[in-house]
């Protein structure tokens, strides 16, 4: 019986975007991102006290690639999960991916797909035909009786991918030069500007509360500008702030979740889906205020297998009832699953390049908004709803 090695990664670089639609029904950017924030929510129960990164999309798009190897039970528990329809959703994926990808996004969003399989491992053409229409994705062949080799290969792309961000995804160990059959890989990255440009000069070491109840002095980036603003609540009356950032290409937002203070930010995590942070542009409002927001970094290695699985897709982890006949007539299983992401945030967006904004500044003083205590972030798509990135900062 081989093993299917899932592996799935990104690594993000900045935040931020613009003015959504509202559609009535989810987009499948949306039905895809729900279950990565489900995903999420938990990774985060576990570790209510960690900064965690993922990228929901990603969590997506590995399931969406091993869709159409997928049969019986299991395909019928990851359409269900994603809530696609059952004749494949293809057309719309397919779209989705150049959406997501197009340069009028201006903020680079790039997206890479690849299949690494063992020699002489008879995939289906209808499998490989279909990812590569619909996700552009690449097929290599390898040799994984040298795991060594093999694992620097795949981290050799993933780097690429990623321009460094991710240097490594995978370990030798990790491969079983007998069994291994396949490894899918889902990479993305973003770069974006912010809209309005964080001053260098302006960042000063001030508090954070910690999750923990430490108080720490870190890196608090600042600036005077207008930005859409809001208070939401969850079904339990537990209040929390909305501040909407957006990145130059007006396509691409990071939207910070602060709960008020004494309300811990795992309270407020289960509450989160596609259709709430849809809500919350109902709810806000421009406004002129001087932000205050940490500087941070965070990476994260997330195991997919247990979120997943109590999620209901449960099936392609079994070595006895995974069915991937329509992937090979060889039959395989999901042996692991499991994403790495990052993100960086500092004055630029980023730290390979600049942007120049003109601040000005009122006359009047308006009011002070600090993120100093747990934070929730998202970097999502508006026009589609996809959330690309996700995560909670517990200690910048």
């Given at each position: ?214 108080v720490y002095k870190v890196p608090m980036m600042s600036q005077l500008s207008i930005f859409n603003m809001g208070t939401a609540a969850t079904p339990q009356g537990l209040k929390y702030n909305v501040i909407e950032l957006p990145y130059h290409g007006d396509t691409i937002s990071m939207l910070i979740v602060m709960p008020l203070e004494n309300t811990p930010l795992s309270q407020v995590i289960p509450h ?125």
């Amino acid at each position: 019986m081989g093993h299917l090695s899932l592996l799935c990664l990104f690594a993000l670089v900045t935040l931020y975007g613009h003015d959504a639609g509202l559609s009535q029904a989810p987009s499948y950017g949306e039905r895809g991102s729900d279950l990565g924030i489900q995903v999420f929510q938990q990774v985060a129960r576990s570790q209510p006290l960690e900064n965690l990164v993922l990228s929901p999309h990603g969590v997506a798009s590995v399931l969406g690639m091993l869709l159409p190897g997928a049969h019986g039970e299991t395909r019928k528990q990851v359409l269900k999960a994603l809530r696609y329809k059952k004749n494949g959703p293809y057309k719309m994926l397919r779209k989705l991916h150049k959406t997501l990808t197009a340069k009028s996004n201006q903020d680079v969003v790039l997206i890479a797909n690849a299949m690494f399989a063992a020699n002489g491992f008879p995939m289906e053409k209808a499998f490989v035909a279909t990812n590569k229409a619909n996700f552009q994705c690449e097929s290599r062949n390898l040799d994984f009786s040298y795991p060594s080799e093999a694992a620097a290969e795949i981290n050799e792309w993933v780097n690429n991918k990623t321009k460094g961000h991710i240097p490594s995804l995978i370990k030798a160990d990790m491969l079983d030069p007998a069994m291994t059959r396949l490894v899918v890989v889902n990479s993305i990255y973003f770069k974006g500007l912010w809209k309005s440009r964080f001053q260098p000069e302006s960042t000063k070491m001030r508090p954070f509360n910690g999750g923990n109840g430490i108080v720490y002095k870190v890196p608090m980036m600042s600036q005077l500008s207008i930005f859409n603003m809001g208070t939401a609540a969850t079904p339990q009356g537990l209040k929390y702030n909305v501040i909407e950032l957006p990145y130059h290409g007006d396509t691409i937002s990071m939207l910070i979740v602060m709960p008020l203070e004494n309300t811990p930010l795992s309270q407020v995590i289960p509450h989160i889906s596609t259709a709430t942070v849809q809500s919350w542009a109902k709810l806000m409002h421009r406004r002129k205020v001087c932000l205050f927001i940490p500087r941070f970094t965070a990476d994260a290695k997330v195991d997919l297998k247990d979120a997943l699985s109590a999620l209901g897709i449960t099936n392609m982890f079994s070595n006895g009832a995974a069915d991937f006949t329509q992937l090979s007539a060889e039959p395989v299983y999901v042996s692991k699953a499991f994403q790495k992401a990052k993100i960086e945030v500092n004055e630029d967006g980023t730290k390979a390049a600049a942007a120049t904004t003109a601040i000005l500044l009122a006359r009047s003083s308006p009011p002070w908004v600090t993120v100093d205590r747990p934070f929730l972030f998202f970097i999502r798509h508006n026009p589609t709803g996809t959330i690309l990135f996700m995560g909670q900062i517990n200690q910048p």
